[in-house]
């Protein structure tokens, strides 16, 4: 955890450095936090000093948890401190909603934050993309023979590929493939036009499947149809899954593009985005291209769970608010950056239902269920029911819960999918233009919760709170 905390304050050096060349009253705020994060790491590191360098499952999800919340804690103090956040219920909430890259915003003015905060802003989520555990065995061998618990307990998806042998030098490549998009997405930007600061932050938020943008309108802010282009095609490779470009690289071309779960998240993708620009052809005013254009961009940004928008989808008619609200439940791929229920997970249950239904017909039949070609281990097919019911129960729980505060029915449903499934924008008076602002505290608190639980994927976080958990043997 001092390890830890001793690279988020690495981090937040770079984000001074980018006050002091703005020259922006933020920087002595960021040296401030710098100074606390350096004191509490170099004293966690002496308080384990002695500490063996082996870690139990047990202690993978320990640390797992403890390390988005105390990121998040520290994360925080930059905003607080500055006052441009001033309520510490709504700072959580901001670098929550940035580290679990949920893209959930409590700022009605986005604009008037200095650099340095918008970077940090854009930074959270692209070092919460891939994981905070994921970023720190990749560029220190910190855990030694626990890199596979820290890995497995904050990997998203119910199965987990390793490309090597190796952990530390599987998440290097991953982060490889992960820092040539970026780098590639901010090249792209600028040809649109866009600044090199403004490139650099949604380009981190892109790739991140994030959402934070340096601008309270998103990317309609910059009424850019190739800037909208540029930033669809990204988040659809965002959420792919990351390994796959690995094999593209290696030129296993085949073996990519014939991915089962892959071709379930484009065609979804197409399916979705067909409806919206055809529904959105014959009830607005908007042509075919900007019809699909604006459908592409809002059907990619909530199905990779990343939150940008280009146009205000809660002005379109009641059925898309519906379809959009389904669709952010679903997320891409596993191994990608987004969130929610993922593509595999759907994918197996379908092959599930269908097997269910053959074995009615024909009750002795030996029906395995294969993606790729491998057969799917019962203990996964039963991770997969678990998972989506437990999702489920928390949503509606959730939903509940959010109702109960006062907060109304169609804003208490976005806010909680949006929450668990890292999607960034709600529906009604949460919807994309709008803040979060006005949202009770105890449902920031709660929706921050939800946010943590879903960017682990429930399991890691919830099994702290069982009693069997705990015990010795």
């Excluded at 006052?83 to 909603?97: C, H, K, L, N, Q």
């Excluded at 985005?273 to 014959?282: A, N, P, S």
């Excluded at 759907?346 to 002795?364: A, G």
């Amino acid at each position: 955890m001092g390890i830890l905390a001793l690279i988020e304050a690495a981090l937040l050096l770079t984000c001074a450095g980018v006050s002091l060349i703005y020259g922006e009253d933020d920087l002595d705020d960021f040296m401030i936090v710098i100074a606390g994060s350096c004191l509490l790491g170099i004293l966690l590191m002496l308080m384990g000093k002695k500490a063996t360098k082996v870690l139990s499952k047990k202690d993978g999800y320990i640390i797992v948890t403890l390390a988005w919340i105390i990121f998040t804690l520290i994360g925080m103090l930059p905003f607080l401190i500055s006052g441009y956040i001033p309520r510490v219920v709504d700072a959580f909430f901001e670098t929550m909603s940035g580290f679990s890259t949920t893209g959930a915003t409590v700022l009605d003015h986005i604009e008037s934050l200095p650099h340095g905060l918008l970077y940090w802003r854009s930074l959270t989520q692209w070092i919460g993309g891939l994981g905070i555990i994921f970023f720190t065995i990749a560029v220190l061998p910190t855990f030694g023979m626990g890199s596979m618990q820290l890995f497995a307990a904050e990997a998203t998806g119910p199965t987990h590929d390793k490309l090597h042998p190796r952990i530390g030098v599987t998440t290097k490549w991953i982060w490889y493939v992960y820092l040539v998009l970026t780098v590639a997405q901010i090249i792209c930007m600028m040809l649109g036009g866009m600044s090199f600061f403004d490139s650099v932050c949604h380009s981190f938020a892109t790739v991140a499947t994030g959402g934070f943008s340096t601008k309270q309108a998103s990317i309609a802010y910059y009424n850019s149809p190739y800037l909208e282009y540029v930033t669809s095609i990204f988040m659809i490779l965002s959420g792919i899954n990351f390994t796959l470009f690995f094999y593209l690289i290696k030129g296993k071309v085949k073996k990519a593009f014939l991915d089962e779960e892959l071709r379930w998240f484009l065609w979804s993708m197409v399916i979705f985005t067909g409806i919206t620009t055809v529904t959105l052809i014959f009830t607005s005013p908007m042509g075919v291209e900007e019809s699909f254009r604006k459908a592409l961009l809002q059907v990619a940004s909530l199905h990779t769970s990343t939150g940008f928008t280009s146009a205000d989808y809660m002005t379109w008619k009641p059925f898309l608010w519906a379809m959009l609200g389904v669709i952010m439940f679903l997320g891409a791929c596993s191994g990608s950056t987004s969130g929610a229920i993922k593509s595999i997970r759907l994918l197996i249950l379908s092959k599930m239902t269908k097997n269910e239904f053959k074995r009615m017909i024909h009750p002795s039949a030996i029906l395995p269920v294969r993606v790729n070609k491998v057969v799917v281990s019962p203990s996964v097919q039963s991770s997969v029911l678990l998972f989506t019911l437990l999702y489920i129960v928390i949503f509606i729980v959730s939903w509940l819960i959010m109702m109960a505060m006062g907060v109304g029915n169609i804003e208490a449903f976005g806010t909680v999918v949006s929450s668990m499934g890292g999607v960034g924008p709600g529906l009604g008076l949460c919807g994309p233009a709008y803040s979060w602002n006005c949202l009770p505290d105890g449902g920031k608190w709660l929706l921050s919760f939800l946010m943590l639980i879903g960017r682990l994927e429930l399991f890691s976080v919830l099994l702290l709170f069982t009693p069997q958990f705990w015990k010795k043997h």
